[in-house]
């Protein structure tokens, strides 16, 4: 380990502060500076010319450097993680694994979250001029709600839902994964694609499939190359989302929504740190305040960008590098769960339902609070892991219990910051779930042995050449 420190100190000096560090500054620098601004200069039209024409750019050029590889990276990952682990049997059980972690950890945040509002209760006691001035926000917010409950409208049954998530054409889902009126698969088809085609690359002649598979890991090299880029620009595009969203952010709206915003934020830190952290230590048999220092960049990453699509690049390297899990599960549980395991949005959903059935005085009965539970822990799988998808499904849960669907433009003001908050915990649940079967999976739950199977998939210290090409991988030993 002595090596490994002083042969990697001269690099980390050339290099400067630590990635983690520049993007914490970024985002202090532009949370700051956009309070300041929005306090006071409130409506200034120089404030609101730097957001559209600096900030704001600035911010979706880091993003969209990360989101034109997630694609490729999600398919080489998914395929290489799924050859690599060579057993189907082996699949299947860590498939298993995921599948029910995603759905009793998911009920777990939303019955937090409910359990909280009713205690709580912030829909009740809203004076009159403060209830008026959120009713006059659903005008301003007409645009917006509009396309949400549209949206909701073209809600599909769930067996379409489920044929959808197999691709007729999977280029085609891959087109318009993002594109949130997209109503086929999306990255869910994508994703069962990957899965399909690395099964199969296991149980082909691997003479005969070498060159392919040796394709795939050079397609990972580059695509973790391309986000070293654009992690680069992390700092800077960080300061541009978060000067973005605070200096536009209407500070008496939050204060009139503050025991909202506060439920969904204790909410979010009593699953954050209680329940991962119970997680981490006794299912990962890990030390809980190691696992949240050694993952701080992801959080980091999670909560400027709110997306966790655009954290997994992030999210894959800091898992494999500073958590030793292996890449197979890394590659294959993180990249499923960073669209279905969303705990932190199921969480927000049902609280968010819970809110405005309070502010309407719409008294929801233990029945249909219980469905309110349900619905949210499918929504939570169902919902993309992008800016601002929780709201049609959201309208979808409302409208289930007879709460007014055009309620949610009432909280689309304060959104922004729950959205960032939300997605924190939705990444660091990926974590904890990788974590957790990568324990399961093997004696040594600090750094798991290769699983077997047909390939090798890059190593952790491959990884970390591909990003840093002058650290070579005899200094990344114990």
Not at 361 to 376: K, P
Not at 450 to 457: C, E, K, M, N, T
Request: glycine share 10%; aromatic share 8%; proline share 5%.
């Amino acid at each position: 380990m002595a090596s490994s420190v002083s042969s990697s100190a001269p690099d980390s000096a050339k290099r400067g502060l630590p990635l983690h560090t520049r993007i914490f500054i970024g985002l202090f620098a532009g949370l700051v500076l956009g309070l300041a601004c929005n306090l006071l200069l409130p409506g200034d039209e120089r404030v609101r010319w730097f957001v559209q024409n600096i900030a704001y750019p600035a911010g979706q050029i880091f993003l969209r450097l990360i989101f034109m590889v997630i694609i490729p990276l999600i398919f080489s990952a998914l395929a290489l993680g799924v050859a690599d682990l060579g057993d189907v049997n082996r699949v299947g059980r860590i498939g298993l694994k995921t599948f029910l972690f995603t759905i009793v950890i998911t009920g777990v945040s939303v019955l937090i979250g409910i359990a909280l509002t009713n205690l709580v209760q912030p829909g009740i006691g809203i004076a009159t001029s403060d209830r008026e001035s959120l009713l006059n926000t659903l005008n301003a917010n007409r645009q917006t709600v509009s396309g949400a409950i549209s949206m909701a409208k073209e809600s599909k049954t769930a067996i379409q839902t489920i044929l959808d998530i197999i691709p007729r054409n999977p280029f085609v889902d891959m087109v318009g994964a993002f594109d949130p009126a997209y109503r086929g698969g999306g990255l869910l088809s994508v994703m069962f694609f990957a899965l399909v085609f690395g099964a199969a690359i296991a149980l082909s002649d691997r003479t005969r499939t070498q060159t392919l598979v040796g394709f795939l890991q050079g397609l990972n090299d580059v695509v973790m190359k391309i986000i070293d880029f654009a992690m680069r620009l992390a700092p800077y595009g960080v300061a541009g989302l978060m000067f973005s969203t605070t200096s536009q952010l209407g500070f008496q709206l939050i204060a009139v929504l503050s025991k909202y915003v506060l439920v969904v934020l204790g909410a979010l830190a009593i699953h954050q740190f209680i329940t991962y952290g119970l997680i981490v230590k006794f299912a990962a048999k890990r030390n809980p305040f190691e696992f949240f220092r050694d993952i701080q960049e992801v959080m980091l990453t999670a909560f400027s960008t709110s997306s966790s699509n655009a954290t997994l690049p992030t999210s894959i390297r800091v898992t494999n590098e500073k958590l030793g899990v292996h890449p197979d599960i890394t590659s294959f549980v993180l990249t499923i769960g960073s669209t279905a395991n969303q705990n932190g949005s199921a969480l927000f959903e049902g609280i968010t339902v819970l809110f405005l059935a309070q502010f309407y005085g719409i008294t929801l009965d233990f029945g249909q609070q219980l469905t309110v539970v349900l619905l949210s822990i499918l929504a939570g799988v169902g919902t993309a892991g992008v800016p601002g998808a929780s709201f049609p499904l959201l309208v979808v849960v409302m409208q289930s219990v007879g709460v007014p669907a055009e309620g949610i433009g009432i909280i689309i003001g304060v959104d922004r910051i729950l959205d960032m908050s939300r997605t924190v915990v939705n990444v660091t649940g990926d974590i904890a779930l990788a974590t957790w079967v990568a324990a399961s999976e093997t004696d040594s739950p600090s750094r798991p042995p290769h699983l077997g199977g047909h390939f090798d998939a890059p190593s952790g210290a491959a990884i970390h050449t591909a990003i840093h090409p002058s650290v070579q991988p005899s200094k990344m030993a114990d």
